[in-house]
């Protein structure tokens, strides 16, 4: 009987059992381990990015809406093959906890495999519907011309872009966030040299615009994904590929999906949700959009913190749940969630003194005075969000890599569409407010999702690998 109960308690209830002197400093290092190098990638690719969207505003306000809307469109389609990379990487960080290391090597070798087919399905998708996906948003006809052709050129490059996330996902599933911090780098430095050559026409590469930002993404991508290929395909990483791996399997290739495909189907209404939100935004006229689209080009780069604590959830999280150690797991779930508390704080202070009005003409030059003050605007209000940010993604990452993935897909769908989008709809057509109260809807998103999020965690459900 006493058997029993203990089994009871390991997977149910949360409990207030923590870690203490030695093993809690050895449990902030291996968060550390894991957060850091996630922390420098993720933050050098949202500066490339930041920069990246500083070239593109030089082309004009109505070059930078479309490529800002094509580049949540292209976020829907890294979420949908993300799929693969969450249930990768949930799948590996288990056999890793369980010290099978080669059912780790067979997860990557099975999720290129898969990944490959639903990219080729993406490609030939994107290219049919590209134009009418802006044609649905109701923007204006240029805005349409440049988007659909940014488009066109991302949907060309998918199959070649995405290997690189399986392989990354593989790695930081087996606690190796090293290797796709550097590979991210050399990424990122590709990608400004190409964004700065093809958008504008520098160092002797013929001036693309839109078109330019498209290629300049596909060639570093490409590149990213043929430098992790190399180094795990000459056996320079942890992860091990075998001959015999690359047989499509049922039932690694189900578990991968069964896993990834709530976070593909959780990440990609968080896109349409929020593309929808633009949408609503727009009826404030061009300005006001640009200056949403600035905001969150800061937000991107304000969200590394979250990032690296959210990656060193999952792995943990998960290798402890395929250990079976659940006081070690509850230990993690505490730890990063209040790290990233303070850390996405801590962020924002900084933010917050540096996005002045002055600062923020001089990076968005060719936008108007007005969007500048939207901008800026929009800014403040993200940063006393960004706290909650932190608290929610780094629990919602924990959940990721114990296999629950549902739960985080019902969060985000009620705080994106229940309180985000159906809050600001609500309060524009109601009494047609100002945009910053519609932008305030955030908190309302935010609140839904965090409450929702810490039920799932103290009734202990989430308690079960999946395997």
């Not at 890294?78 to 969450?86: D, E, H, L, R």
């Not at 395909?233 to 578990?255: E, M, Q, Y």
Request: aromatic content about 14%; hydrophobic content about 50%.
């Amino acid at each position: 009987m006493g058997n029993i109960n203990k089994a009871k308690e390991k997977t149910s209830g949360f409990y207030q059992k923590d870690f203490q002197g030695k093993e809690l400093i050895a449990l902030y290092k291996d968060i550390f381990d894991l957060a850091i190098p996630a922390f420098i990638g993720q933050g050098f690719s949202s500066i490339v990015w930041f920069t990246s969207v500083i070239i593109i505003g030089r082309l004009g306000e109505k070059a930078f809406n479309s490529v800002n809307i094509g580049m949540m469109i292209f976020y829907i389609i890294v979420t949908i093959v993300g799929a693969i990379g969450v249930g990768t990487t949930s799948l590996v960080a288990q056999y890793w906890g369980k010290g099978d290391k080669r059912s780790a090597g067979y997860v990557l070798q099975q999720s290129l495999i898969y990944g490959v087919i639903l990219s080729i399905n993406i490609l030939i998708f994107g290219l049919a519907l590209h134009q009418l996906i802006f044609n649905f948003l109701g923007v204006d006809l240029e805005t349409i011309e440049l988007g659909s052709q940014f488009l066109f050129w991302i949907f060309l490059g998918v199959p070649f872009i995405t290997p690189g996330f399986f392989l990354g996902s593989a790695l930081r599933g087996a606690g190796d966030a090293k290797t796709p911090m550097y590979v991210g780098v050399i990424t990122g430095l590709f990608t400004l040299f190409l964004e700065y050559g093809l958008i504008l026409g520098h160092f002797g590469m013929p001036r693309l615009g839109v078109k330019g930002a498209a290629l300049a993404i596909d060639i570093s991508y490409f590149i990213n994904s043929l430098i992790l290929a190399f180094l795990i395909f000459t056996n320079k990483t942890r992860v091990k590929v075998t001959a015999d791996g690359w047989r499509p399997k049922d039932r690694i290739g189900k578990s991968i999906f069964s896993i990834g495909m709530p976070s593909a189907l959780e990440w990609t209404l968080i896109e349409v949700g929020i593309l929808l939100y633009a949408a609503l935004i727009s009826k404030y006229g061009a300005e006001a959009l640009a200056g949403y689209f600035a905001g969150m080009s800061v937000l991107a780069l304000a969200q590394t913190a979250s990032f690296g604590f959210q990656t060193a959830a999952t792995t943990l999280v998960g290798q402890a749940v395929g250990a079976q150690n659940y006081v070690r797991a509850e230990s993690i779930f505490r730890k990063t969630s209040m790290l990233g508390f303070i850390g996405m704080g801590v962020l924002g202070i900084i933010i917050a003194s540096i996005a002045s009005p002055s600062v923020l003409q001089v990076v968005f030059s060719k936008l108007s005075l007005t969007s500048i003050d939207y901008s800026r605007t929009y800014i403040l209000l993200l940063v006393l969000a960004m706290p909650l940010m932190g608290f929610y993604f780094s629990i919602a990452g924990g959940l990721r890599g114990a296999g629950d993935t549902v739960w985080p897909l019902i969060c985000s769908m009620i705080g994106v569409f229940g309180g985000r989008l159906l809050f600001a709809a609500a309060v524009y057509y109601l009494f047609h407010p100002p945009v910053y109260l519609v932008w305030c809807s955030l908190f309302v998103d935010l609140g839904l999702r965090i409450s929702l999020v810490m039920i799932r965690l103290r009734n202990g459900k989430w308690k079960k690998g999946r395997i």
